[in-house]
C-alpha cells in the first residue's frame, strides 16, 4: 500500500487499515494498539523523515496473522538517528506538561519488537505487534 | 473540528464531535479551545465521549489546552473511550487530569454545579 507522506494521508490509511483488521475478526484492543503505533510510526516519517520536502510517499506492508501484526514502514526521507533494535527512550515525566515526545514510547510499549534499518537511501522501519 | 460548548453553573463543557484528535485536526482543535474557553467560568471539562482515537499530536494539544488555561483554572477530561485511555494510560498522562467515566458524572461529582 502506498500511503501519500501527508497527515491526511496517514489518516486515511489507518481507516483503511483498521477496517480491514476488524473484517479479520481481531478483538478492538489489538486493532486499536496497531492503530496507534501506526500512526506514530507514520506521523514520524511525515514530520521528520520527510519535514523538508513535500510530495514524499510511505510504503506499508501490514501482515496480519494467528501471532498478531506485522507492520513494515519504508520510506526515502531523512534517516534516523539509530538502527537496528529501537532504543529504550523513556515516555516524558507527566509533570512537566510535555506536548509531544510520546510517539517512540508509545511504539515500545506497546510493540513486541521495533527494528529499523537504512539501505540504499531508504528507511526501512518492522514493527510486530502479538495478539493480546 | 467541530466543538459544542454549554455552561452548567461555573463549569463550561466542551463535546469534541469529532471522532479522531490526530495530527490533522490538533493545531485547530487547540486554537478552538483557546476561543471557546477564553473569559469562560474556572472550571472546563472536555467531553471525548464521541472521540474514539487519541494520537501523540492529539494528546499534546490536550496537554496544551491545560496550559492555556492557567494556574487558576482546570481542564477534566470525561467519556474516555478504550483508545483513547490506553494512550492517556501508557504516557501516564492521565496521572495529570482528573477523568471521569460519562460527562453525567463529571457535572454530579461538583458542588453547586446545578
Not at chain 2, 461555573?10 to 471522532?19: H, S
Not at chain 2, 487558576?72 to 483508545?83: F, K, Q
Amino acid at each position: 500500500m502506498r500511503v501519500a507522506a501527508t497527515r491526511q494521508g496517514v489518516r486515511r490509511a489507518l481507516v483503511r487499515i483498521v477496517a480491514e483488521l476488524r473484517r479479520t475478526g481481531v478483538n478492538e484492543a489489538h486493532y486499536g494498539t496497531v492503530e496507534i503505533v501506526l500512526a506514530e510510526a507514520m506521523n514520524n516519517v511525515v514530520e521528520h523523515a520527510y519535514s523538508d520536502r513535500t510530495g514524499g510517499e510511505i510504503r506499508l506492508l501490514v501482515a496480519h496473522g494467528p501471532e498478531g501484526t506485522l507492520l513494515q514502514l519504508r520510506d526515502r526521507g531523512a534517516p534516523l538517528d539509530w538502527v537496528g533494535e529501537q532504543p529504550y527512550g523513556r515516555p516524558p515525566h507527566p509533570e512537566t506538561l510535555p506536548e509531544g515526545g510520546f510517539g517512540w514510547p508509545l511504539i515500545r510499549l506497546l510493540s513486541e519488537n521495533c527494528h529499523y534499518q537504512r539501505r540504499n537511501g531508504e528507511n526501512c522501519l518492522s514493527i510486530t505487534i502479538s495478539l493480546s | 473540528m467541530q466543538l459544542t460548548t454549554r455552561q452548567i453553573g461555573n463549569t463550561l463543557i466542551i463535546r469534541v464531535a469529532e471522532r479522531r484528535l490526530d495530527a490533522v485536526v490538533s493545531i485547530r482543535f487547540k486554537e478552538q479551545m483557546r476561543e471557546a474557553t477564553a473569559d469562560g467560568p474556572p472550571r472546563v471539562i472536555l467531553d471525548l465521549g464521541n472521540v474514539t482515537f487519541l494520537d501523540s499530536s492529539g494528546l499534546g494539544a490536550v496537554v496544551g489546552v491545560h496550559k492555556l488555561l492557567g494556574p487558576a483554572r482546570r481542564l477534566e477530561l470525561a467519556g474516555i473511550t478504550p483508545n483513547v485511555g490506553k494512550v492517556l494510560q501508557l504516557t501516564r498522562m492521565d496521572s495529570i487530569f482528573t477523568i471521569h467515566r460519562h460527562i453525567a458524572d463529571a457535572i454530579c461529582s461538583h458542588d453547586g454545579a446545578a
